[in-house]
């Protein structure tokens, strides 16, 4: 137990969102307690080693970096003291299977080089479409990405802004408003899959992510995205922070709408003044408050939305190494919208997929052993509510696919290179981060499960009871969940505090 005069808080999960919403606590003052069901920190940015290799769960894609930095800057601290960002260019490099490749990146003069390629007159709507997403960053991100929605009047707030840039359209509308190609439409609109989005159908408030990536940068952690991870660890220990690993919370213990401690499968249990959740929205409300009313109810409520779908992973190593493939890129299929519908509504496992490839040795040789290369290549898929299989006979079937087409385009001896691979499939992101039907994202990305309709960062009901991660608000990727850190300990630091 901590002293009755020093604030103390318990933080639920050890990922981007949690540990953020830890280190802002105990840079203020709160002495702060994270509790992490598996051995190592990092949740959806977990990490493997395996024959010399180093294997990222992901997220791969560091954007604004000023978001990370200023959770060290907070105590007078630099995070180069524990982590090393480097710049990866291009950002990533689109593929269609014409042959087509579009090289992405915030180098203006090449950007509108690759645009020309593909359609001369688009370099004038990209301009459009650049003001648009400008626009919307400043509204969507800078204005709002770190303010609590906790009632409604915050969203009538919000609401001329939405209404200026037409936030009901999706992003792919908004692109083919400005842009004429195809191509370009794809390559403009497909970042919301990076958060679980359906570009189809995603608000187009979303097309900020153009001007977060342009002004900031895309960045890569050296040695992985979980040394971005165990730096944030260490700078929280320093602080004087305490991390408990390999206990699951089993439960939020409650008296009426007040939380008072968790009790974790260990047996070990502690009194809090207040208690946050970065792990999975549902299994929050279901699981770990499954003794409180409150609980149950919200479970309820939110098993009538919409979650984003989940991904398969596979992850291999190589013999060689392959300077001429980008640390990312995008490997398109035939199909773009009929893919997003087999996917988002449809439910089914197409036979086509757009191929997420990170290959981060090509920025950074100390992934792999000498000589060798690591990869690691992600596909859509629907989660386990729309695509009930059985991932222990498809996974094997599926990876394979993969890893022909990923020969067909791009190595084609890649099978007698291979010197280990492993997948991750929806059924693994259920079991090991409890997420709800596999979700990758938590709740889908759309206008109407967005802000205050999403998850709130404090809770209606009990009012000690936080919620900070991809199922709060602003949403789900590094910016997004680091924002919502910043969000979640306002409110805390108020409430414990009185600031």
């Known amino acids: 137990m901590t002293s009755a005069k020093t604030p103390s808080a318990c933080v639920i999960g050890a990922g981007f969102g949690g540990l953020a919403l830890a280190i802002r606590l105990q840079s203020a003052g709160i002495a702060t307690t994270v509790v992490e069901a598996r051995d190592k920190p990092g949740g959806r940015a977990y990490v493997w080693h395996k024959d010399g290799f180093t294997f990222d769960a992901g997220p791969t894609v560091v954007t604004d970096p000023a978001c990370l930095q200023e959770l060290w800057a907070l105590s007078g601290a630099d995070i180069a003291q524990d982590v090393e960002l480097m710049p990866v260019m291009p950002f990533y490099r689109l593929n269609w299977p014409d042959g087509t490749n579009f090289d992405y990146s915030n180098d203006d003069g090449n950007l509108r080089k690759e645009i ?26 800078v204005k709002l990405g770190t303010v609590p929605f906790l009632d409604f009047k915050s969203m009538i707030k919000a609401a001329p802004a939405l209404a200026k840039y037409r936030a009901w359209r999706s992003v792919y509308a908004v692109v083919s408003k400005y842009i004429r190609s195809e191509k370009l439409r794809e390559a403009l609109s497909f970042h919301t899959l ?11 408030i979303y097309a900020l992510i153009h001007k977060l990536e342009k002004d900031g940068g895309v960045w890569w952690t050296r040695g992985g995205t979980n040394r971005l991870i165990a730096g944030m660890v260490r700078h929280f220990e320093r602080l004087g922070g305490v991390v408990r690993l390999g206990d699951a919370v089993e439960q939020v213990e409650t008296t009426g709408n007040r939380v008072t401690g968790v009790r974790c499968k260990s047996g070990w249990s502690d009194s809090f003044d207040a208690v946050a959740s970065n792990g999975d929205i549902m299994h929050s409300y279901r699981d770990l408050l499954s003794e409180s009313p409150r609980g149950k109810a919200q479970a309820k409520a939110l098993a009538r939305k919409s979650f984003s779908p989940s991904l ?19 490997l398109f299929g035939p199909r773009y919208k009929g893919l997003l519908d087999d996917i988002y509504t449809h439910g089914v496992l197409p036979a086509d997929f757009s191929i997420y490839l990170h290959h981060p ?14 990869f690691y290549v992600l596909v859509p898929v629907a989660h386990l509510g729309k695509l009930n299989i059985d991932w222990d006979v498809v996974g094997p079937q599926l990876e394979k696919r993969i890893l022909d087409e990923v020969g067909r385009r791009l190595i084609p001896d890649i099978h007698d290179r291979i010197v280990t691979s492993f997948h991750y499939s929806p059924k693994d992101f259920s079991h090991d981060l409890n997420a709800h039907l596999g979700s990758a994202f938590s709740l889908e990305p759309l206008l109407t499960q967005s802000a205050w309709f999403r998850g709130h960062n404090r809770d209606d009901v009990i009012g000690n009871f936080y919620l900070v991660g991809a199922g709060t608000h602003p949403g789900a990727g590094i910016p997004g969940v680091v924002g919502s850190a910043k969000a979640t300990a306002g409110l805390m630091i108020a409430d414990l505090l009185g600031k």
């Open 194 to 204: 990076l958060v679980g989005g359906n570009p189809m159908k995603t608000s187009s």
């Open 361 to 374: 040795t090509v920025t950074d040789p100390s992934m792999a052993p000498e000589g060798k290369s690591t």
């Open 116 to 141: 020309a390629k593909l359609d001369p007159a688009d370099v004038a709507g990209y301009d459009a479409f650049l003001e648009y997403s400008a626009g919307v960053y400043e509204e969507g991100y």
């Open 312 to 330: 398969f992973v596979v992850h291999f190593g190589i013999e060689g190494t392959w300077p001429g493939i980008p640390h990312h890129m995008i």
